[in-house]
Each structure stands twice: as C-alpha cells, then as structure tokens.
C-alpha cells in the first residue's frame, strides 16, 4: 500500500511538471535566458536595493515582480560580454516583509526562470524602537567632559554628539561602537551635550536609522571621598599633636568618644598657636565640592560647643604640589567659614536644642566650580571661640569627584 501511494504521487508530480513544461519542449531544447544570479536584497527606511549578477550576454531587460505580482518593475539592460551587476532601488514600500521575483529576458522575448529574494522593509515603527546608547558616569576634569559608555546594542554602529565648546565654536565628535571612553575637549562645567545613536538594522541595510538628540548636562558627580586612602601629612610648619590624639581621628566618624586618645576628637598641642593647620593627603586627586567640619561635644561635652577651643573661623586649602616648607605658596583657598551660634549666647552659657541640632548637622564650605583639582588639604583654623592658642575638631567630611587614583 505504501509503495502504491509513493508512486501514484511521483506520477502525479511528473505530469505536472511536464505540463508546466510543455510549452517549452514543443518545437526541440529550449534554451533558457540566464537568470539574475548571486542576488541580494538590502533593506532601507521605506526602500529596497536588489542587486545581482547576469552572464548571458543576449539578456536586454530584468523583470522584478512583488506585492504577489501586483507591482513590478523593468530594467533595460545593456549587457558586456562579461559578467555585470545591476541594482536597482525600490522606493515608497510599506514596512514590511517581501519576496521579489526577478527574470531576465533576452531580444527574443524569452524568459528566464525565476531568482527570488526576500527581506524586512524598514521604516518608523522600527526607528521608534531604536535606543540611545547608554551612558554609565559623566565626569569632569580641567575643561574637558570624559563620558564612558555601557556596551553597546547589536545594531548601533555608533553615536553622534554635538556641543558648544567654551570658545562659542559648535562641534561635532563620532564615537564608534568600539569607543567605551570619549572625551569632549573645551567644554563648559554646567553646560550640555546632545547625542544620538546610529543604528543599522542589518549589515548590507543601504540606511541608518538614528534616535532623537538627548541632552545631557556636564556636570561633577559628587561623591564623599574614601576615607582608607586619607592620611595625615604633616609639613615643617604644622604644629605637633597634642599627647596621643591623631589626625586621623577627623575622619574615623567617631563624634561620641570623649576621653583624650580616644578617636572621639584631635587637638593640636598647646600653645602650638592659632592661626595653625593641619595638612592631610587624600591618596586620590579629586574635584572637590564640599568640606563639612563638626565641633568637639557635638554628641557628648555638650559644653565645649560654641567654646574654648572649637573653630570659630576656619579656612580650607587645597594643592596637588605642596612644598615641604609649609608656606601657601601652591596652595588654593578653596574657601571658608565663621561658625555662628544659633542661640547668639556669648561662649560657656549653656547651649540650647537648636544650638546643638546645628552642631549636629555640621557646617559646611562650598567649593567653587572654578577651584582647581588638589590632592592635599589643608584646614586652618583662624580663630577659636575662646582665643585658645591650640585648636580641637571631631570630625570632618570631604566631598567631590575623584579624577584619578595615586
């Protein structure tokens, strides 16, 4: 029964492909016009290229039917003895997919077999779903913006950004997809750039689609600096510790011990005088932001807060090339502060809730944008609140962006 059904369909299958040929055989061999070889569809925005190759040099016209032969196309061909491509654009498809037959046709009239191919028209739906590249940090440093790029899609091939640079002059940078780091030269702190992303749906695509510019700001992204990397740095001048208090007692956030060595607070020895500082590597060059001081009884010794030796005027320095000496030679004043009593009680008359709740916060320095990057600090301490000729601190906080790690 199986053999039966197997031949039954060859014989089928036979006669109608012998009906199919018929015309053909009737009169001897019939030679076939050369069909359109090697051919390849390249998608567009709305459009199509087919290209392909002939060889038989009595072809005078191609054929290129789609739409279910509704729509067609002719091409006059003036052929070599060689081998010769042709391409041919298709415009105002529908985004979609299509199949495209393609004949060749010689002086006779007679037609070749058919070549088909097929592909995704493209169009805005698919620019829709096209994505910016994502940006991972924007940074600043020195006039220039250094954006680094999560990876890219499968599709981008690149993005386009455009800016404003210091001097007024508009300018344009290409990154390739290649690119995880770019740097945009002589641009504005608070200023922006605009991007896009370029994408192309498919390798021999004849289009690129692009995203709509985004704008996004050059600005520091500030962050508190890392302490493990802080250490002190002590120059001819700086005055001696007093007994076993440290530097680095300011930054171990500590603000509630109270005992003398024990990481609640540093001092600087006495009669070692006022004005006076202290000089402290932060182990990283950074952009700075902020600096925020807190006074000695901030949590406990409620009573020396707004007294003896807490800063009432502090300056905040910054350099990347101290000299040994000591002298502000290289050095930035970065700013500085004078500490006013909530309360406005005079020292040593006891303080009230908000007294203590604006101790608590702390008090803060902005920095300039315009300050310069620095590596070593420098906290001095102009005057104290009762004239002492040493100087006490709790804690300290030191906020910006880093640029680079030493």
């Known amino acids: 029964m199986f053999a039966y059904i197997c031949i039954s369909c060859l014989l089928f299958s036979c006669r109608k492909q012998d009906h199919f040929y018929k015309e053909f055989l009737e009169g001897g061999e019939i030679i076939y016009t050369g069909k359109a070889d090697s051919v390849l569809f390249h998608p567009g925005k709305n459009r199509a290229l087919l290209s392909w190759r002939i060889k038989d040099p009595n072809i005078t016209q191609m054929k290129v039917y789609w739409n279910s032969y509704l729509d067609s196309l002719t091409i006059d061909v003036n052929k070599t003895d060689g081998v010769d491509s042709i391409g041919v654009v298709i415009d105002d ?140 740095h002590r120059l001819e001048n700086d005055p001696l510790d007093f007994g076993a208090n440290r530097i680095p007692f300011l930054w171990n956030r500590d603000l509630e011990s109270a005992a003398s060595g024990s990481g609640g607070w540093y001092r600087t020895a006495t009669n070692s005088g006022v004005p006076n500082q202290v000089t402290i590597d932060m182990g990283v060059t950074a952009k700075l932001t902020r600096f925020k001081f807190w006074q000695r009884g901030t949590v406990s010794e409620p009573t020396l807060l707004y007294a003896n030796a807490n800063p009432k005027k502090i300056e ?40 203590i709740a604006a101790a608590q916060e702390g008090h803060e320095i902005t920095i300039s944008m315009d300050a310069p990057v620095v590596r070593f600090i420098r906290i001095r301490v102009m005057e104290t609140f009762e004239n002492q000729p040493h100087f006490f601190l709790s804690n300290i906080g030191v906020f910006g962006q880093v640029v680079s790690v030493e």
């Open 316 to 355: 905040f320095w910054g350099t990347d090339n101290p000299g040994p000496n000591g002298n502000y030679a290289n050095w930035n004043k970065l700013g500085e502060y004078e500490v006013v009593r909530p309360s406005g009680l005079s020292p040593g008359q006891p303080v009230t809730f908000e007294d």
């Open 93 to 232: 498809l529908e985004e979609r997919f299509y199949s495209f037959d393609i004949y060749s046709i010689n002086m006779e009239g007679s037609r070749s077999i058919k070549s088909t191919v097929e592909g995704q028209v493209y169009g805005d739906e698919y620019q829709q779903n096209c994505f910016h590249r994502a940006i991972e940090n924007i940074s600043y440093l020195e006039d220039q913006a250094i954006i680094s790029w999560f990876n890219p899609e499968g599709n981008e091939i690149g993005s386009e950004i455009r800016y404003i640079d210091k001097d007024g002059v508009a300018t344009t940078v290409f990154v390739p997809i290649s690119e995880t780091n770019t740097t945009l030269n002589n641009v504005v702190l608070g200023g922006s750039f605009d991007y896009r992303t370029w994408h192309r749906p498919y390798s021999l695509a004849i289009d690129t689609f692009y995203t709509d510019f985004k704008t996004e700001e050059i600005r520091l992204i500030e962050r508190e600096l890392d302490y493990s990397r802080f250490a002190a």
